[in-house]
């Protein structure tokens, strides 16, 4: 099954040229199914790489996904047109009747930022208070996760001296969990953050489950059952350029900035980076998607009941 987009998203192109699966509204209301609906709060600057990014990875399952598009109320882009905000784009604020079964948080570029001094944080939270009642499931994304898990459970991000870059192996914690179902029993992972999560701090919260994680970076992803949710710090959604892209926009920028490591062959940025982590990024999210399916209300108006 495909995914639902509207033909004008800049997505629909990407996606279909790449082999995955898009309609339109028409087709759409021709099958017979109840699409499930995941929302997007899309806080990247880059707005249309990371909608291509994630309808890429939950556009590749067997299901009709209806995917819409939110951003913070308040808060204006200055690295998107604003027509494509206003075309595509539904603040918050008017999503607060709506039920979906799945929303994306994505990560945002403010780690260095304490969360009570984001100017959209009380609106987060009001975001964050609202999937536990109008969101069957909910995948916080980086700093999105880092979010969630300190709003829940008060763990805290902390700022690491030099910024962890680059694609990093992951061992799988938890072979059984339905989350990593097809999972070998390590992972490579892109990762691009200045803060982390300690795993003292994650053990000592009760009801989260970490999933995946390494030696090098912390943990990765973790499971939140009583929140529904995920968190992951780590990028599985990225490109396979968009750590070359980073590396390259800090260079010509002056900002110091070491290699992406294990990203480029024998770590020579001249070469072309190889991509080592999409097929797992396919796995996490299909099966996410899967779980939904096999958990969410076939009547919207039910999800958030207890």
């Keep these: 099954m495909p995914i639902k987009i509207p033909s004008d998203l800049p997505a629909y192109d990407v996606l279909r040229r790449e082999g995955v699966m898009v309609m339109g509204e028409e087709e759409a209301h021709r099958q017979d199914i109840r699409p499930l609906r995941i929302a997007l709060l899309n806080l990247m600057p ?86 536990q009642t109008n969101v069957h499931s909910t995948f916080g994304v980086c700093w999105g996760g880092m979010a969630m898990i300190n709003h ?8 690491l001296a030099h910024k962890a870059f680059g694609c990093f192996r992951h061992r799988n914690l938890d072979p059984a969990s339905p989350y990593l179902r097809g999972f070998s029993d390590d992972c490579v992972v892109p990762v691009s953050r200045w803060t982390e999560m300690k795993q003292a701090e994650v053990d000592a919260a009760p009801g989260l489950v970490t999933l995946l994680g390494s030696d090098e970076v912390g943990p990765c992803l973790i499971e939140d059952a009583t929140h529904r949710a995920l968190y992951v710090f780590n990028h599985f ?43 797992h990024a396919h796995l996490l999210y299909g099966n996410w998607i899967n779980e939904i399916y096999q958990s969410t209300p076939f009547d919207l108006d039910r999800i958030g009941e207890a």
């Design 46 to 131: 880059k707005k249309i790489q990371t909608e291509n990014q994630f309808a890429r990875l939950i556009g590749a399952t067997p299901l009709q996904i209806e995917l819409s598009l939110l951003r913070m109320s308040d808060h204006r882009t200055r690295n998107t047109a604003a027509k494509h905000m206003e075309s595509f784009y539904r603040p918050v604020s008017e999503a607060w009747q709506e039920k979906y079964d799945g929303l994306i948080i994505t990560g945002a570029p403010i780690e260095h930022m304490d969360f009570d001094e984001v100017t959209y944080w009380d609106e987060l939270r009001r975001v964050m208070d609202w999937s």
């Design 152 to 159: 829940f459970h008060g763990v805290r991000k902390h700022l």
């Design 237 to 279: 959604e990225y490109d396979s350029d968009t750590l070359k892209q980073e590396y390259d926009r800090d260079m010509e920028s002056g900002t110091p900035i070491n290699v992406p490591c294990n990203y480029y062959p024998d770590d020579d940025p001249s070469r072309r980076p190889l991509n080592r982590w999409r097929s």
